[in-house]
């Protein structure tokens, strides 16, 4: 860890993921009442090129999260990458809008 900050613990640049995990992101949606919708995503069928079937995921996910207004308490709990400029190319990545 680089050092604490306002209370909390700031990972140092190599600690931090620039990949957004599914796995936190499930055990937070389950945390925020949204279930339903993760179950949802997690068993939707990717037709198309399954080796970007977890971005394509991801990106529902983050969609939901926007949607009910938790993406900010995501970020800053579990993908403080997701705060910072580096993740500008995943998140665009993750887009499931063409």
């Known amino acids: 860890m680089l ?3 306002s209370g909390k613990e700031v990972p140092k640049m190599d ?3 620039k990949v957004l995990s599914l796995k936190e992101a499930y055990v937070f949606g389950v945390q ?6 993760l179950a949802e995503i997690r068993e939707m069928e990717i037709e ?9 995921r991801r990106g529902y996910v983050i969609d939901l999260f926007t949607r009910k207004g938790v993406f900010d308490i995501f970020k800053e709990q579990y993908w403080p990458t997701g ?3 580096l993740s ?6 993750y887009s ?3």
């Open 3 to 5: 050092g604490n900050i």
């Open 15 to 17: 600690e931090q993921r």
């Open 32 to 37: 925020h009442n949204l279930e339903q919708e």
């Open 48 to 56: 198309w090129d399954l080796s970007y079937s977890s971005s394509l």
């Open 83 to 85: 705060i910072t400029w």
């Open 88 to 93: 500008i190319p995943q998140l665009m990545g």
């Open 96 to 98: 499931t809008r063409p």
